[in-house]
């Protein structure tokens, strides 16, 4: 009987897929217990080859693939809620790697807090990209300062406050399929890449529910070249411009990381120069995607 569903939404990268299938086809759990969903968001690459390269080498998994127009991250998720006959829908990314105990470790935190809505952790670059990326240095430094009253790394958090719990981002997160039915899932209004499981997150905390935030994290792959960094920056702007139209009191949390938490004296770490050139690129590209969204919006 499939008790977890895990939604992948995938767009033009295949090759990244195939490592994120084989470490969910490796889980602790019986094959027979869950399902994996993928999303095709209408990718012109060899996505399809590859889930069905997988069905072949696991004939004994359940997987599910779907094609649809290209709409997006939450269209692509939503239509794998739609599909999921698990009880608890896991949601990660096509450019993660999930430990072999993933769908274990989430799936305890609900027998253990059966009160939550849902469960999750956070995710990792490997130590090569930690070492040479100046983005990846600045977030998770970010990271910990924004949850420095918490131990992040040893420690459960369970509450329904959005800034002052980490679970949430839909590399690392899974809720009860009750619950997503009846927030109405994610916002198809965002059609891109930008902090739409943090909107999720507040509708689902403002219907009172607390989350699980478990110190148990996965891998991400993701590219973080030039390109992909202002990307990600100027959707995090649009994104941010669409959650502070819809919840307004949240307005000290749209700021940008190095406005949230600016630079001490004493601290040489945000005195570097890699330190004030990646906040300087955040704060220019996220505006920049604040003000064109703030324009698609009206």
Not at 38 to 59: K, M
Not at 143 to 160: A, S, T
Request: proline share 4%; charged share 25%.
């Amino acid at each position: 009987m499939i008790t977890y569903s895990v939604v992948i939404s995938t767009y033009n990268r295949a090759n990244l897929l195939r490592q994120c299938l084989d470490a969910l086809s490796n889980q602790s759990v019986p094959v027979s217990a869950y399902e994996i969903i993928v999303i095709n968001d209408g990718s012109a690459d060899n996505t399809a080859e590859i889930v069905r390269d997988c069905q072949t080498h696991h004939p004994d998994l359940n997987i599910v693939y779907k094609k649809q127009t290209n709409g997006g991250p939450s269209k692509g998720r939503n239509a794998g809620i739609a599909l999921a006959k698990g009880d608890i829908i896991f949601f990660t990314d096509d450019d993660c790697i999930v430990p072999k105990r993933w769908i274990e470790t989430l799936a305890e935190g609900y027998k253990k807090h059966p009160e939550v809505a849902g469960a999750g952790g956070w995710s990792d670059n490997d130590e090569e990209t930690m070492a040479k990326s100046w983005y990846t240095q600045y977030m998770a430094y970010m990271f910990n300062v924004m949850f420095h009253q918490i131990n992040i790394e040893n420690e459960e958090i369970i509450n329904n406050i959005f800034s002052r719990n980490p679970a949430g981002n839909t590399s690392n997160m899974s809720y009860r399929k009750t619950v997503l039915q009846k927030t109405g899932g994610f916002d198809e209004k965002v059609t891109f890449v930008g902090l739409i499981d943090m909107e999720l997150k507040k509708r689902v905390m403002d219907l009172g529910f607390p989350l699980l935030y478990i110190p148990y994290n996965v891998l991400h792959l993701k590219p973080l070249g030039a390109k992909e960094i202002i990307r990600k920056y100027f959707n995090r702007g649009r994104g941010f411009c669409h959650l502070w139209k819809k919840n307004p009191e949240l307005v000290y949390y749209y700021k940008t990381y190095s406005e949230r938490y600016p630079i001490k004296k004493n601290d040489s770490v945000r005195k570097s120069f890699s330190f004030r050139f990646i906040a300087f690129t955040e704060l220019f590209f996220y505006r920049l995607g604040w003000y064109y969204q703030m324009i698609q919006e009206k």
